[in-house]
């Protein structure tokens, strides 16, 4: 019961928040507060042995890193060469814990020139994953490529840009194709991880 409820006041702390991109520093302080409530009730997380907790598809929900509002989200996205309007859309993670492969998936709206509708692109970047050696909770994740789908009619269109993402998110530079993380929640459908630099995250299967 303090498990649930405590899942559920992490969903109203992060609701309206639109994943992170309109919190404020009061929200940001908040969230974080929350989760620390959650990740002490449910104990430490043992991949060791708990490592099918990750297999699925998850959604973010939230990210502390969008406050910093360089992304599109509610508001116009960066723009290209011809101006066009890029808006960041829902974010994936994809992880086969059988074959050790953990995709962020980022969904992408391109607004068009009239009277063409909006396109959208999915970047798929693709990594292996393991745990970090001599850690139970501990996530290593190793780049090894992007791959991007379009819908609708974009050969009308000028060449696009992606928004500025957060770093996990890009496509890295090849002298940080890997990044650590801790998982310090999960179970059959939440989890809170935290990255190396402090970033909150909060996905739901």
Known sequence: DLIASLKLKLLVAVSGLNRGLAATEDDLQKADAVAKELEVAGGSV??????????????????????SRTLGGSRPGPPTGRLLPLTLGQVFQRIDVLNKDFDNIVEIEIG?????????????????????????????????????????????????DLPRLPEWLRPPSDAARSGEFEVTYVDSDTRITRGDRGELRVFVI
Request: hydrophobic fraction near 40%.
């Open 112 to 160: 068009a020139p009239w009277p063409l509708p909006p396109a959208h692109v999915t970047a798929t970047l693709a990594h292996k994953f393991e745990l970090v050696e001599g850690t139970s909770n501990s996530i290593k994740i190793v780049f090894e490529k992007t791959t991007v789908k379009t819908t609708g009619n974009l050969s009308q269109l000028p060449p696009l």
């Open 46 to 67: 043992n991949l060791t042995t708990d490592l099918d907790k990750l297999q699925g598809r998850w959604k973010l929900i939230y990210s502390s890193a969008f406050s």
